[in-house]
């Protein structure tokens, strides 16, 4: 019984041989592995020539990826490889510290701002998730850089340059997000009021029986754009036409799927799209989603610009705290919380 302790998952794997009961999904919410596609038409847009002579058709491939997949990976992006080795590197270094050296940093209270935490609520949800995860703010990094890890040593320097970067990728991303959808160029940076960005890296150990339970299940991201960095093994899956989509891995690239707000945003020319995480029995995977979202106090709602009599706004006015604190409560679920905001 002692094992069941354990506030953390990696603490808990090294003790069992089979699933837990508590991580074992209903047989209707399994990962069905087998009927998982690859699919290799999966977009990935060059974006060096976002800011040169190609820029109009760099905007429409973003704009045709946004429509039709919600998902796309990017290269070129100007992040550069050392920052990205470093970021990976002390994240696992992180997750293979001592338990009692992890476990100064962990809290179940959402509210705190850097927490170790495990599986998604632990406070709300049934089934838990097969992962733990470090939560870092870092918008404006000044404000949350005291707070993170101290070990391991050089974790603030590389996790602070990382989410500098990334932060620089997702405004010239929602730059191009706008153009294609027809509006100013700061269209979605201006409704983000005074912006937010959230990290979490997120640590699945191998899991003795994956078909039985999920890293994460399936989900759409509250926020507006998250900007997603794996290691080389996959665990993402995307779904696309009724059907699981599992995305590889590209060294250096970055997986970008738009969220909720873009879609409130766009009155519906572009879906946040529905997606998981899942485990396998060999190896541990790493994986750092960068959220950018809007502050809690900005007001969502379609654009004007994107309303006529042909197409209706589709949802009501709401701040994005009154958002996320649904979303918090309700948990990763299929039925996304958009749907309560619909006119």
């Not at 997750?95 to 170790?116: A, G, Q, V």
């Not at 949800?125 to 404000?143: A, G, I, T």
């Not at 050089?154 to 932060?167: I, V, W």
């Not at 994986?287 to 209706?312: E, G, N, W």
Request: proline fraction near 8%; charge should be negative.
């Amino acid at each position: 019984m002692a094992t069941q302790m354990k506030p953390l998952l990696t603490d808990l794997v090294s003790t069992v041989s089979s699933v837990p009961p508590n991580y074992v999904r209903s047989e209707s919410d399994r990962p069905n592995l087998n009927e998982v596609t690859f699919d290799h038409s999966f977009p990935v847009v060059d974006l060096e020539g976002l800011y040169g002579p190609n820029h109009s058709s760099v905007i429409k491939e973003i704009g045709e990826a946004c429509q039709n997949y919600g998902f796309f990976q990017v290269k070129n992006h100007g992040v550069p490889k050392e920052v990205i080795d470093k970021m990976l590197h002390v994240s696992r270094d992180f997750f293979h510290l001592p338990e009692s050296e992890r476990l100064k940093n962990y809290s179940d209270d959402p509210m705190k701002t850097t927490r170790l935490s495990t599986s998604f609520n632990v406070k709300t949800e049934n089934v838990s998730s097969w992962r733990d995860y470090l939560r870092l703010h870092c918008f404006p990094l000044e404000d949350y850089v005291h707070e993170w890890p101290t070990n391991p040593p050089s974790f603030r320097e590389d996790a602070a340059e990382y989410c500098k970067n990334t932060g620089r990728l997702a405004l010239g991303l929602l730059e191009a997000i706008s153009e294609s959808l027809g509006l100013e160029r700061d269209y979605i940076n201006s409704a983000l009021g005074k912006h937010a960005q959230h990290m979490a890296i997120n640590y699945y150990p191998p899991c003795p029986e994956p078909e039985l339970t999920y890293g994460l299940p399936v989900h759409a991201d509250p926020n507006v754009i998250t900007i997603l960095l794996q290691d080389d093994v996959p665990g993402l899956q995307v779904r696309k036409d009724g059907k699981w989509i599992a995305v590889n891995a590209i060294p250096y690239t970055f997986i970008v799927n738009i969220g909720d707000q873009i879609q409130v945003l766009s009155n519906d020319s572009y879906r946040s799209v529905l997606h998981r995480a899942v485990v396998n029995c060999k190896e541990e995977r790493i994986s750092i989603p960068t959220f950018y979202c809007p502050s809690p106090d900005a007001v969502m709602r379609p654009s004007p610009q994107l309303i006529d009599k042909d197409h209706p706004p589709f949802y009501t006015n709401y701040s994005y705290s009154e958002y996320y604190q649904k979303f918090w409560k309700r948990g990763l679920n299929a039925e996304t919380c958009l749907d309560m905001f619909k006119i």
